[in-house]
Structures are given as structure tokens and as C-alpha cells.
């Protein structure tokens, strides 16, 4: 057995485990791409640094390493789950032992089922102690195009009815305060479109059989969307679940509301309910709105048995007759899928004869993989995405989870639609509902509605201007650990957004040895003094899990006092005292200490 062939087995084992996917390990086939040249492996302090060029056609690449030159090269598993695969370099190692020399090869994924082989091995050793500095230089008179921001196309969100529900959690009203978190990532992230599971489920009464005859009510959906118009959104229409009146069979359900997973028993009864309500949708809300703004999305994570009891064949069948009733109210409306976990089943969904508009997928624990090779010109949304999959993690609460979608959506910037973090709001029911305050759910807000650090990192990332700067940076870490996003606005006013980050979950409450020491140097500055303002997102800056740690007393939930204590603090905080920063020779430099995991964002408004 060859190196490639073990390293391809290791990676199906990988694949295959964990209920990441339903497909059992084995199958993964070779690719037919060559190898990345030019591996670079860089030890630095916590950590070792690879960089490779791009292999045209790549989705991805999968990094292994290996006591040895020889091999085996085991996939590097930096405890995100789903796909352990980058969409580029570099790739900051933070998983190995100091002062051990590991090697290191990087192979091209065609497909997350199909792997190139392995590239020429390097090594290096990571260290500890000693200092680790990275320099940052923004060109503020450059111009490296329009600034892509792929958080305001989309936002995940609990089945939609849940805006409807006059319940309590935590002694907070859960419609009101969902629709609440709706509008604060409309207003304050720009996001644009909601999508959530769940709309043809029967707490909407879409379908149902009357003395045998089958009837369709949609003033449920009506009421729903209209509340996310009203907010100055627009919905995905996911089409899912089975009504339990259509289904095939209605004791197969998923999640604690008990959506039904159950291929139709009539398969035209489908096909109506699909082509009605998208009639309706069109008649209400008018064709150009529809056409021009909505996505209509067939079913949720089907290569999950936990998602679809039918066979992949049935789901494929579901595809074929939900996109022909779509395009049979207007050949102009958008259908696409096949909105799988951990991107599955891309290959069979743009394989169809049936329209595919648009490709859509999710991934957890690692930045979005690059489906462009695949895709062709079809937008690419990924309507799912986050740093776990994991119900009640502690980790979705953290900064650590803040750096990553800051990772993650710049390195989706320019290249994927629409990226959907998962989800808006802890007011959240798939397992039940929030149990205390700060539990791990996935939503950048609390119950209650407080900004956690996720939500501050996308805020700040609204902050940068239109155009963005280029950027270089150097030293220990630079790329890999650390990576900085600059744009200038029209006024004149310089953005620069920063983070000190690893994709390792073993260290998401931080590693000195990964901390650095930062320099901004700003050149092609045009006034001769600006004023400076430096926000931090860290463990002791715009951290409200943080500050519920310190005052909550042992209680699950807040009191009113508690409240009051929260809410005052629920904003994005400055690490330094506004200031003065004066200008030479057209340059300026900032200077501070950048933890792991942490953000900065300093501003420069001219004087």
C-alpha cells in the first residue's frame, strides 16, 4: 500500500466517523489533480506554519503530518468535526508537541470524496518562550477592490413559526425577542435574508387531509413572512418538512418540535403542495420580488439519516419534483440544493437534469472549502455554517468562535455568496430550549438579546469602509495565527480589523505561547493626524459569557439586577482611551499586544 493509499484510507476513516456524514468509510476515490508544490513548513513559537501553492481545480486541501518522512501521514484533526480540510493556505499547526520535528504533506481534494496525492513533505518544529512579534503594513492610498462581506447575505435562524410563539425562556418572550434578534442583525450586520428549517411543518397547518380530501392553508406561512418582510428581510424558502398528512411514514421525526423526515406517500400531492404554495408566494408578494430576491432551497442535510429516512434515490426524486413545480409558476424563480452536512452530494446535485440555480451546502469547524471548480457561474450559499455542530458547546459562547467566523468570512470574501452563520438567536428549540443563559448555543445573541463575541466580531466587520487596502504582513504567525482585514471609506476614515486565531479547539481558551505582540504600520496616509479609536473582542473586552461568569451567583438565569448588569455592558468595548495618532512622512504606527484568541479593530478618522 502506497503512502497516498493510506493516507486516503485514514482520510475515509475520518470522513466516515462521527456522523459527519452517513457514508461509510472506504469510499474515498483518487483525484485526478497533482500534487501541491512548494510546501513551506515554518516552526514558530506554539506552533508550525505551512504554506503551498494552489492547485487548480482544488476544492480544498486535506493537511497531514508524520513522525517521520516515511509516513504514515495522518490527517491533522483540529477538533472542528465535519470536513478537517482547509480551502487554502496557510495553515497554522497548533496541535503538535514543542521541539518535536513532524512532517508535513498537503493533498488536493477534487471532491470531499476524491484526494489528489500527497505533496513533497517538509518539517519543522514548533518552540516555546522567547518573543513572537508580527508586523502588519495597510497601503491606506491602495486599492484592492470593492469589500465582499459575505455575512450580510444571510443568516440561519430557528424554524420561523418560533417568531409567532408567546412562550417564555428564561422569563423572556420568545417571539417577540426573536423577531427582536432579526432586526438587530438586519440593522447592525446588513444581513439580508433569513434561513431556517421547518416551513411546511404542521404547526402552520400548510397541509392537511379533510374527510380524505386534501385542503392547503397557507396563512401561517403568510403571517411568518410577512413578519421577516417587516423587518426588512427576505426568507429562504427551505422546503421542509413533511406534513404529517402527506407523509409516508409520520413516526420518523427529527429535533424536539417532531418534524417529520418521511419521504410523500403521493408523490403528486407533493408536487401540488410545492407548486401552490410557490404560486401564492408569488401572487402575494409579487413576481419580480420573488424572482428577483428569494431562493428556494429543497430540504435539509438529506445525506443525513437523521434529515431523511427516504434513500438518497427518494431524496433525488424530491429534488426533481420540487424544482419542476417551482419553475412551473416562473421559469425565472431560483431552486437549488442540495443544502448538505459537511458539502455532500455536490457532485449528484449539479449531475441532475432538473434545474440547479444555485449550490448550496454547509460546514462546521473549518472556513467554507472553494465548490467554484464545481459550481461553475452558479452562486454558491452556504446556508449553514459555524464553529461546531454540537448542541450546547461552550465553545459557540467564546471568542475562540468569534476569530473563526472572522477567518471564515474573509476567506470567503470574493469567492462564495453567501456565508449563513448558524444561527441569529439563542431562542433555539431543535433539542429544547435554552436550559440558562449562557448554555452554547449557536446564536451570535442570547436570550435576552446580548451580543456575544461572534456578534461583535461580524459588528466590527461592518465597520470597515468600501474599498479594501492591501495588506502585507510578516513575522511569526503572520497568515497563519494572525491575519488583518483593512478598507478605506469615502470620507477618508481607515478601517483595520485584526485577530489572533487557530482552528485547534484544544486551545479556544487560549495559549500564551500563541499570543503576539502586534505592529500596524499605515502608509499613504493623506492627513497629518487622525484620530485613533482600538476595539477589543477578548477574554476581558466584549465578552458577556465572560461577565456572566463573574456575576451570576450560581443562577441559571438573570435577575432583574443581573439583567440591568448585563444589558449596560452589552457593547463592543475599546482596549485604550481614544487618541490622537500624528502622522510622518505620510506613515503612522500602532503597537499592542494581540492574545490568542482575540480581535482588534482600530479606526483612523482624519483630523
Known sequence: MTVEDVARERWAQLMGAGGAQDRAPGEIVPADLPAPAGLVATGGRGHVTLAWE???????????????STGPYEPVDHGGGDVLAVPHGPYADTT?????????????????????????????AAHTGGDAAVRVEVTADGDAGPLHRPWRAMVGSEHLSHLLCADTS?????????????RRVRDELGVQQVRAHAILCDDLGVYRLVDGRPRLDFSGVDR????????????????????????????????????????PRDWDQWSWLVRELTAHLVERYGLDEVRDNWWFEVWNEANLSVFWSGTPAEFWRLYDESARAVKAVDPGLHVGGPASAAVGWIEDQLARESPVDFVSTHTYGSPPLDLRPLAGDRPLLWTEWGVTATHGSEVNDTVFAATF??????????????????????????????PRL??????????????????WALALAQRLGDTELPVALSGDGAGGLVEAWAARSGDGVVTVLLWNATLDHTKADGDPELDRAVTIDVTGLPAAAYRMTHWRVDARHSNIAALWRTISEGRDWPDERQWAALREADRVETAEPSRVLKVKDRTAAVAFDLPMPSISCVELVPI
Do not use: C
Open 405 to 434: 467566523l472572522l477567518r471564515g468570512m474573509r476567506s470567503a470574501a470574493g469567492r462564495v455568496d453567501a456565508l449563513a452563520p448558524w444561527v441569529a438567536s439563542d431562542h433555539f428549540e431543535e433539542l429544547g430550549r435554552p
Open 224 to 263: 411568518v413572512y410577512d413578519a421577516v418582510l417587516e423587518l426588512g428581510m427576505r426568507p429562504v424558502v427551505e422546503l421542509s418538512f413533511m406534513p404529517r398528512d402527506l407523509a409516508s411514514d409520520p413516526s420518523r421525526t427529527v429535533f424536539a418540535y417532531q418534524a417529520i423526515i418521511s419521504p
Open 96 to 124: 503538535g508537541e514543542p521541539f518535536r520535528e513532524y512532517w508535513y504533506a498537503v493533498a488536493p481534494l477534487g471532491t470531499v470524496t476524491s484526494m489528489g496525492p500527497l505533496s513533497v513533505p517538509a518539517s519543522a
Open 438 to 455: 449562557t448554555h452554547g448555543g449557536f446564536g451570535l445573541l442570547t436570550v435576552g438579546n446580548l451580543a456575544k463575541p461572534k456578534y
Open 170 to 182: 428564561g422569563g423572556r418572550p420568545i417571539g417577540a425577542e426573536l423577531r427582536e434578534a432579526l
Open 54 to 68: 494552489p492547485v487548480p481545480g482544488a476544492i480544498g486541501y486535506a493537511v497531514h503530518r508524520a513522525t517521520a
